[in-house]
């Protein structure tokens, strides 16, 4: 079949959650029995969000094949249950690396090289290579950014260019905006919609559908009033209320109606039922009270959420497989190495380091590590989280607190962690850390065996440094477990201590494949421990009920 281009679109304000929105359309048309894949076209100017600080960019989210990408492919490919590939993720950056590149070997010899056409042109080659890398027939494309930026002008005017390249049969524009509610008169306001249309009509594109973003209800007048003053079809409005469940958003834009208006719109015959049976009762169980545990998650980033945004869904899945509510206390490393906020951790039933870069705070979070360790509290690490528990656990085992990752301190006496080998000639810092899926061979007998119930898993990874082969024998007698390999025994992909209910850290970012419907396995042992130690600590204030939020 012709390949067919859904693009989306953001007005009145940023954030008004147009991945999700991507993500949700992207399982309707899944649901209908088609092949889809969803691609980011970032207007800033760097070549990937790799070198960006958390802090500005969310979470980096990796892909199978390595590439480093915005947080939104995160949402893609939990809600449509996909895997991207590095031809999903674009920004300004590349585009001009590859236009400057070309002109430097001579390509254009003669030439005048200008946004248009050779930008528009080179972003136009990248939203093609989308089918052609991924297989998918109906391929989803949102622009980063509100309409009105001066940075996304190129990626619109090479959208505008795709309906007469494409067709109009095969092309439709999904603008989503956000419905302001004035308190005083208790009313919601359709004008920023009506101007940010008006703006995208300037600049030559007239969307089909607006998703219409609210945290008050949308009467159906209000729907009307949309159409008319925007010129789309009534049923190509769609009401979209801010619901508490994140997991929702594709039931709510079924219900609009918009699945069959796309079908209308670019010719397409259903080719099954959509079926939403098991996104229904994935629903209902997060609505459903439940008894609650409660997680530190111990970082430099946590006033942003964002910025662990697949650790917090892997978290929710694995509690929602265990009928259970996670409730994440969100702890700064910083604040631990000054005396503060320890009720939190001490409040919890479980201790969770993510990944992270750079000495701010880590001390900080080997102390939580070491709190963890000596009160049996459960553990998980990930990559940083793995690094720094065996970094405690080097300091207790050789009785020395010189212990430490190169990272942190060179001249370290006792470099349990270390740079790769291949990573010691490297001199740049973008896209140059061991990225993306290998594969690790579990240890019989180990508390990652038995989680993962497997032999050989292939997990996503982001790191440059590793734990030192030369501490194996000396931690291992202390009772640490080497319970992930790589295929040829060199590197610890996985450690864990013996005499612990549940101390696990992994060199790999498990949360990058985490589902809301496959949970990873390690964190579903990790919160079973958590659990556990919830029951057996007998805390009846933390197993009683509460209202759910996710999102
Ligand atoms: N900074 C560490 C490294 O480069 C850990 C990276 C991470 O947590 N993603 O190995």
Redesign the pocket.
Known sequence: MTTKYIFFTGGVVSSVGKGVTAAAVGRLLKERGFKVAVQKLDPYINVDPGTMSPYQHGEVFVLDDGAETDLDLGHYERFIDISLNRVCNVTTGQVYAEVIGKERRGDYLGGTIQVIPHITNEIKRRIGLVAKATGAEIVLVEIGGTVGDIESLPFLEALRQMRSDVGRENSLYIHVTWLPHIGATDELKTKPTQHSVRELRSIGISPDVIVARSDQPIADELREKIALFCDVERRAVVPMVTSPVLYEVPLVIERSGLGEYLMDRLGLQARRQPDWTAWEKLVAEVRRPKPVVNVALVGKYVELHDAYMSVREALKHAALSLGLEVEISWVHSAELEKGRNWDLVQQADGVLVP???GSRGIEGKILAIHYARENKVPYLG????M?LMVVDFARFALDTEDANST?FDRSTKNPVIDLMPDQRAIADMGGT?RLGLYPCHLQPGTRAAAAYAEEVVQERH?????FNNAYRGSLGEAGMLFSGLSPDGRLVEIAELRDHPFMVGTQF?PEFLSRPNRPHPLFVAFLDAVRQRGYLAQKPDKLQTAEISVG
């Open positions: 990944g992270g870069f990930l990559c940083l989280g690094q990272e850390m982001r790191h440059r440094f590793e970012h």
